[in-house]
């Protein structure tokens, strides 16, 4: 299978294999990869991937889009990626939390957020994509994150040979759990900094320095090449398509549903990545009935479904949810793709780089809103729905899963909708345990990490992750803040 961006308009696209699409990360024309065409998935291939554990499934899956990677391999990859000591108890369970609503907790991994699942196994794609492209170079990784992504890119390409990594977050953009996840990071070829503003500031930065052709130059110089670990690379979108097939594979071995049943899927999301995995996995034939996207009061995604108005130029709010306060949705790009075409989906961007917001015709729209639905879940409900949702079910939700219950629930009241749903659970309420402890009624009590923990404990009568416990005891070792203008800078001079 070969891949061609979003943005090729040509008659004769320029097609590439999954290994240079992944080293590469962005097309050059500053597109997006997506493959050729989206594999079949039938009912007997659910069955045989029921009987199989989640690793399993990852490769063969997996292998239905990297058909350029060795299959064995592949699996050994998988087996190491999701192992019970990365997952103590299995990758991506599903808990029953009520009125046919399943959480898929995502965040049993290293660092206890969802982002784990793809960047486990995705510093294993790229050493595989480095070798069999015959790269001498050495790879620089530039992750611009809202929070959850730079400490799992961190913590997943930490001291992979030929690999260096370097995150930007926004100062005060992130919980203080999440900075000191990334400030702490042990690895020798890692590197950290807090960006002035917020995180559009930063992925735009990063997106600048892939397009600037000098620096490029200069890189090559040094004898390395850029490469990107967000979600604009397919090597970190296409593993979560496979926990959306997990999930209905669970279903059915619970009993919940049969082999065809269709189920619905609701995502809290800001960068459109984690639920445009879930579309893939619905093209490929999965029986998803509606995907119902889920945002903050930073409701760019939720008006665009709505109106088809996509417009960046609007208040940025500050959230309990900072993973998703984001006004640029990357991934939307692979959806108008996929829709209107490569000549629209240009044009669409080159836009909203130009205007700040671009319009899609009522046929897309149309298209568009016969799968998804949009909803939001402002600040003072998402602390209610944690309360609600543990005093009732006795289900202690972070901020960003009580933002898609919140939406969920908004959406079946507009439609009476009551399909078994699949809650994407992107993150441990310990990752924002101030903001979960006053939803529960209980204001922290200190300014202290370890002493929210405790907090938190013993209101919900839970245990803390020993990744987030064992992340207090670490000494800081990145401190520097740069204005956006500077992250090329920081990149050569550190």
Known sequence: MKYISTRDISRCPEKVFAAEAIKKGLAPDRGLYMPEEIPALTEKDIEKLR??????????????????????????????????????????????????????????GPTCAFKDM??????????????????????????????????AALEGYRDVPGVDITVFFPNDGVSRMQKLQMTTQKGENVNVAAVFGNFDDAQNGVKAIFADKALAEKAEEKGFFFSSANSINWGR??????????????????????????????????????????????????????????????????????????DRKREFFKTMSPSMDILISSNLERLLFLIAGPEKAAAYMNELSENGSYTVSEDVLKKIGETF???????????????????????????????????????????????????????????????????????????????ILRQLETVSGTASPKPLSATLTLPVRFTNTIKPENMADFIFNN
């Open 118 to 151: 793809a960047l486990q196994i995705m510093p294993r794609l790229l050493s595989s994509a480095l070798e069999m492209t015959g790269e001498k170079r050495r790879a620089h990784i530039l992750v611009a994150t809202s929070g959850d992504t730079g400490k």
């Open 237 to 310: 979108l296409a593993p979560q398509i496979v926990y959306y097939i997990s999930a209905y594979c669970d279903l059915i071995t619970a009993g919940k549903i049969s082999n065809g049943d269709k189920i619905n899927v609701c995502v809290p999301t800001g960068n459109f990545g984690n639920i445009f995995a879930a579309y893939i996995a619905k093209q490929m034939g999965l029986p998803l009935k509606r995907l119902i996207c889920a945002s903050n009061a930073n409701c760019v995604l939720t008006d665009f479904i709505r109106t088809g108005t996509y």
């Open 373 to 451: 639905s949009g909803f939001y879940c402002p600040e003072e409900k998402t602390a209610r729905v944690i309360k609600e949702t543990f005093e009732k079910y006795g289900y202690l939700a972070d901020t960003h899963t009580a933002v898609a219950i919140g939406c969920l629930d908004e959406y079946r009241q507009a439609t009476g909708d009551s399909t078994v749903t699949v809650i994407a659970s992107t993150a441990s309420p310990y990752k924002f345990a101030s903001d979960v402890c006053a939803s529960l009624g209980s204001p922290a009590d200190s300014d202290d990490p370890a002493e």
């Open 51 to 108: 009987t199989l554990p989640y690793e399993e499934r990852a490769a063969e899956i997996l292998s239905l889009f990297l058909t350029d990677y060795d299959k064995e391999k592949l699996l050994c990859d998988c087996r190491e990626a999701y192992s019970d000591e990365r997952f103590p108890g299995g990758a991506a369970p599903l808990k029953d939390i009520g009125g046919s609503r399943f959480s898929l907790e995502l965040w049993h």
